[in-house]
């Protein structure tokens, strides 16, 4: 059964009604929370308004900056409703040391590309094949890298063609021998590779940027379609390309880091389904209105733009603008969004749009009630507040700037759900409490 969904007219005649029914009686709040932020004394009336038309579309998030994170993702996902999702890895390899002397007839006798698992993956992890290549072209640490961006490489595979498919096993330490090491994908790399590292002029160990002239950085992608996507530290140095090998009087093995002054980021590539196909299929189509439902996906997936369009008609209508006491914005959740093996996001964070286009936080990051918009197992909902910013909006302040729903950890995590829209049963809402 769909919902009507009862728009507030541009003549704002049901708020005035609102307003002059505050003369006969006013209808409490069911709870007192924000209303402390005001003296009792001061509070003459106080209206519930349940009826705010709420506007929701779920739109590509294609503009996400992912440079400088802690976590890499590398491999391919299936989320139910919404596709596929594959997520890469660009980064340096920085020097561990510099002045480095191999001594005497070095021989590489082995190259790996050691990633240290976080102990996060998304979907269902299985034997997966790799290919690492360097990048063409050099990367800068001060630069802004975004999801979207497309690295070129020289083609060149450092994978060693034996190596086959590997367990992926981020809950299980690594025997080496008589070594053991924290949980860790270890890529062999091509010997005859490092044999070239090990021949290279000495000036290129010098410093970083000799270095960079040489491999400028490295994509590492996976191979196949659905196997998971476990996740990498890519932020303590404890990742890295390690070379062993021996000399005339010694066996050694020296370490190229990704450590946190590395320029890295997190890259992905969706192929949309259902709904969302759209989206792929037609390049006019910007957006899905979310009459029936609206999708938030992380992994800079889907966003979900939120409007609440007659508010701004207090400014119109009103000499003296009431004081949002409370704004209580609740999201019910589809039940199918807690299916596994793809998680939901333990919360999402409503953004607003600055001057520049980028996505940056409301005006109740600072305000002294919380936002919150953590998921209410009790009510299956995300439950946001938003007095500050919905005050703004009434008084003007935030004309031409666009609100947005993500999800939490979108760069650095695969996450799904699917919000009920505004035209069904126990729709998306937005509760207000206003005080004169």
Not at 5 to 26: K, M, N
Request: hydrophobic share 40%.
């Amino acid at each position: 059964m769909k919902r009507n969904d009862f728009r507030i007219h541009p003549t704002v005649s049901l708020f005035l009604g609102c307003f002059l029914a505050l003369t006969l009686g006013c209808t409490k709040p069911t709870t007192d929370i924000g209303l402390g932020l005001q003296p009792a004394s001061e509070l003459l009336d106080v209206v519930v308004i349940d009826t705010v038309t709420v506007e929701l579309a779920t739109l590509r998030e294609d503009s996400l900056r992912t440079d400088r994170l802690s976590t890499g993702l590398v491999g391919s996902v299936y989320v139910p409703r919404f596709g596929q999702v594959r997520a890469s890895l660009a980064t340096q390899l920085r020097l561990s040391a510099t002045d480095l002397n191999f001594g005497e007839n070095p021989v590489a006798d082995s190259l790996f590309l050691q990633l240290r698992y976080t102990g996060d993956f998304y979907g269902r992890l299985s034997p997966s094949s790799f290919s690492v290549q360097p990048l063409a072209d050099s990367l800068s640490f001060d630069s802004a890298y975004y999801s979207s961006w497309t690295p070129q490489t020289t083609g060149d595979e450092w994978v060693s063609p034996l190596a086959g498919a590997m367990d992926l096993r981020p809950a299980d330490e690594l025997i080496l021998g008589e070594d053991t090491l924290p949980p860790t994908l270890r890529i062999p790399l091509r010997t005859d590779l490092g044999q070239t590292l090990v021949d290279l002029d000495s000036s290129t160990y010098d410093e970083n940027a000799s270095w960079f002239e040489v491999v400028p950085g490295i994509l590492v992608q996976s191979l196949d379609m659905r196997h998971g996507a476990p996740a990498f530290d890519i932020n303590s140095g404890l990742s890295v390309m390690r070379l062993h090998y021996h000399n005339d009087t010694d066996t050694s093995f020296y370490d190229f880091l990704i450590s946190p002054l590395s320029a890295r980021m997190n890259l992905f590539e969706h192929v949309f389904e259902g709904d969302l196909a759209v989206l792929d299929a037609d390049e006019s189509v910007e957006e899905w209105p979310g009459t029936e439902r609206a999708y938030v996906l992380s992994a800079s997936g889907t966003k979900v733009r939120l409007r609440f369009p007659h508010l701004a008609a207090f400014q119109d209508s009103l000499t003296d603008i009431p004081t949002v006491l409370k704004a209580e914005l609740v999201l019910p959740v589809e039940p199918e969004s807690f299916d596994k093996p793809i998680p939901a996001p333990d919360r999402l964070f409503v953004l607003l749009e600055n001057a520049e286009g980028n996505l940056s936080e409301t005006p109740d990051e600072e305000a002294p009630i919380p936002v919150d918009g953590t998921y209410d197992a009790t009510r299956k909902a995300y439950v946001f507040n938003l007095s500050s910013t919905v005050q703004a909006l009434m008084k003007g302040e935030l004309d031409g700037r666009e609100l947005y729903l993500v999800s939490s950890r979108r760069g650095i995590s695969v996450s799904s759900v699917v919000l009920k829209g505004t035209q069904v049963d126990d729709p998306a809402r937005l509760t207000l409490t206003l005080g004169r």
